[in-house]
């Protein structure tokens, strides 16, 4: 890996440090998603590592889901879904999903009927971030799309440029996006492997997304992804 990478420096010298890359930042210094000390945590249940359909079926069974029955997810089911978008998987602190020098940019929420919870991806824990339901005002921040107000839980990719722009400067914008759209399909993926379905939005207002959920002014919303039991 290491020398692949170093071959590549030199073959593409033209190009920025920012593009060939190759190696994780230690140590890892994500520290945007702890608790301050008065937060109320949740440690959510292990994700499980096997399940019923294969990557091919998951893949081929794949559609946007846009109409959900009212059943609720199950915590078990949040923590899988938080888990496939972010979880960490590597003694490291890598995760599920591949990120541009393993800055991890992206903070992850849910809201559900019961309140808004913020993933912390070490210890596998979310932050209660509200009680209140806000998956009407989403619903309104999101161009009333039928779907958002629909399902029972509705997770918010967002992301802090800050951290990988201290690295790749002008290319971060770019490398962020991808890492939300990883994250989004891995979401999207493992609820068709729960039985679920969702769809990913990103028609919304930005501003009103993140007032809504009070997101801290650098957590910049870049997809919902409502999920839930298909009608
Ligand atoms: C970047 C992006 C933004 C999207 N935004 C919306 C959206 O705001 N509302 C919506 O209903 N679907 C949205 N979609 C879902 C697409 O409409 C959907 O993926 C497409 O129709 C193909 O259907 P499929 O997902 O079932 O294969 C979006 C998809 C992508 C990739």
Redesign the pocket.
Known sequence: MRSRCSRRLILTSALSLALTSCLPDFPMEVKDATASPQAEEIDLPAPRLKGEMSLEETLAA???V?EFTEEELTLEEISQLLWAAQGITAAWGGRTAPSAGALYPLEVYVATADGLYHYVPQGHKAIVESRADLRGALWRA??S?D?IHQAPAVFVITAVYARTEKKYGGRAERYVRLEA?HAAQNLLLQAVALGLGG??????YDEQVQSTLSLPSDHEPL??APIGHPR
């Open positions: 794949r559609r946007s846009r999101g161009l799309q779907a759209g769809v990913p939005i990103g028609a919304f997809y919902l």
